[in-house]
């Protein structure tokens, strides 16, 4: 439980820790958009990695398939609507990126931690850790520049990383012993959201602002997460 909290904690503070950056802080664009590419690119690897892979060897490519396909399409749909309220640079794609793959991604980081080592999650939680940080930062700042009281932005991200620490814990207590072929969906649907949030919201945000270094960074990104998982030998 220790463990759990500790993870937890470190990953969903990254959310809290990113807006406040993000609101009271800056960077140089250049480098932020460096920043934004490097941890796409980590958890583009690490949801490979450590979600679809592991869901197919233990379940079946059915499962895999479905799940991806179903995370992606809910986040799409979900994307498509928020931006037609907020409109596409108030950061509520980001924040909805962040909340809909976060919520299955939680859950499934917590099944991951039943009866593992610290070491055999490192992958996926420091990449999440890599990817909060600057998708917060860039959500809250634009909340913050369409002239949204930085105290209530400060709030919403603070609800935002609560809801996710306690998918998280829900994860880890509710789904012990739950089949195989379910939890190849929870995690696939987690990965199948985050590529799709990648492919909208992460990866256009780091073009436009570093064009020149995204793709070397999006590179050194995968690097970070394969060193990191090797780490626990996947």
Known sequence: MLMLLAVVLVVSGALVVGAAWGIYGKLPER???????????????????????PSIEKSTIFHAMLGVAAGALVFAICDYLIDEKWGDDSGGGLLAAITLDGIPENLALGVAL???GSLEVAA???????????????????????????????????????????????????????????????RCFAAGAVIASLA??????AYQEDRHLAGVATALGAILAFSLGSLSGS
């Open 31 to 53: 480098l932020e958009g460096f920043l934004v590419a490097l941890a796409g690119g980590a958890l583009l690897l690490s949801v490979t990695s450590e979600l679809i892979e």
């Open 114 to 116: 039943i009866g593992s």
């Open 124 to 186: 996926l939680a420091g990449s999440i850790l890599l990817s909060n940080l600057p998708e917060a930062a860039g959500g809250a700042r634009a909340m913050a520049d369409k002239g949204r009281s930085k105290g209530k932005i400060m709030m919403l991200w603070i609800l935002t990383a609560a809801l996710l620490s306690v998918a998280a814990i829900a994860g880890n207590m509710l789904l012990n012993g739950v089949g195989e072929g379910t939890l190849a969906i929870i």
């Open 200 to 205: 909208t919201e992460v990866f256009p945000k």
